[in-house]
Nanobody, 128 residues
Framework: VQLVESGGGLVQPGGSLRLSCVAA????????LAWFRQAPGKEREGISC???????????YYADSVKGRFAISRDNAKNTVYLQMNSLLPEDTAVYYC???????????????????WGQGTQVTVSS
């Protein structure tokens, strides 16, 4: 399994970024994926997940910290999951990771459990 994130960078408060994560090594459309982030000195937190496209596994979920500002989507033809981030705040500064569960048809939920494979991360810095 391989996950490669891109799209991070420096953006001013109120700006937008779109992160991408290209996956390989598994049947993409069958798996739930998620985005996590980790800010300096803080624990890693799950911020959004998207369920399998082939079996109903919970649709999408957003943590309260990003609800209404971020949107997760997937393109199964490109084996890619996206995170559109709008109205960015300084507290969104973190390394962002995509992750995939270890088995197909795993549920997307607020508990962010079962994520066995991770990308290398991409830095997002929100600052004026």
């Amino acid at each position: 399994v391989q996950l490669v994130e891109s799209g991070g960078g420096l953006v001013q408060p109120g700006g937008s970024l779109r992160l991408s994560c290209v996956a390989a090594g598994f049947t993409f459309e069958d798996y739930t994926l998620a985005w996590f982030r980790q800010a300096p000195g803080k624990e890693r937190e799950g911020i959004s997940c998207i369920g399998s496209s082939t079996v109903s596994t919970g649709g999408t979920y957003y943590a309260d910290s990003v609800k209404g500002r971020f949107a997760i989507s997937r393109d199964n033809a490109k084996n890619t999951v996206y995170l559109q981030m709008n109205s960015l705040l300084p507290e969104d500064t973190a390394v962002y990771y995509c992750a995939v569960v270890g088995a197909p048809y795993y549920y997307c939920s607020r508990y962010f459990q079962g994520y066995d494979y991770w990308g290398q991360g991409t830095q997002v810095t929100v600052s004026s």
